[in-house]
């Protein structure tokens, strides 16, 4: 299993960018790619999860309607599309996708890295003026 980020900037406060996150190397149809974002000095965090099992999604409270999820129909690539950016969003942006209980419902799993056994080598999102 690969995964390949992609999108990263440098955007001014209020901009927006729209990362990807390519996937290859399986073929099933039940996974949940999670994103996580980790600022200089802190603990990575769950910010977003789309699950192609059932479709469902999460997004941190962080994140609620500037941030939004979603997948390509053909190929297993997963974009968060990133709005309203604020300095405070800066930070390394990682894909993860976990395929033991692909499901984005439950926010202990969605958004624990734990939970997640793959991962891209994340793109940097710099939010400054």
């Known amino acids: 299993v690969q995964l390949q980020a992609s999108g990263g900037g440098k955007v001014q406060p209020g901009g927006r960018l729209r990362l990807s996150c390519a996937g290859s190397?399986?073929?099933?149809?039940?996974?949940?790619i999670g994103w996580f974002r980790q600022a200089p000095g802190m603990e990575r965090q769950g910010i977003s999860c789309f699950a192609s099992t059932d479709d469902s999604m999460y997004y941190d409270d962080d994140v609620k309607g500037r941030f939004t999820v979603s997948k390509d129909s053909a190929s297993n690539t997963v974009h968060l599309q990133l709005t309203s950016l604020r300095p405070e969003d800066t930070g390394v942006y990682y894909c993860?996708?976990?395929?033991?209980?692909?499901?984005?419902?439950?926010?202990?799993?969605?958004?624990?890295?734990?939970?997640?056994?793959?991962w891209g080598q994340g793109t940097l999102v710099t939010v400054s003026s």
């Open positions: 190397g399986f073929t099933s149809d039940n996974y949940a």
């Open positions: 993860a996708a976990q395929f033991s209980l692909p499901t984005c419902m439950f926010p202990e799993v969605a958004a624990t890295p734990s939970r997640y056994k793959f």
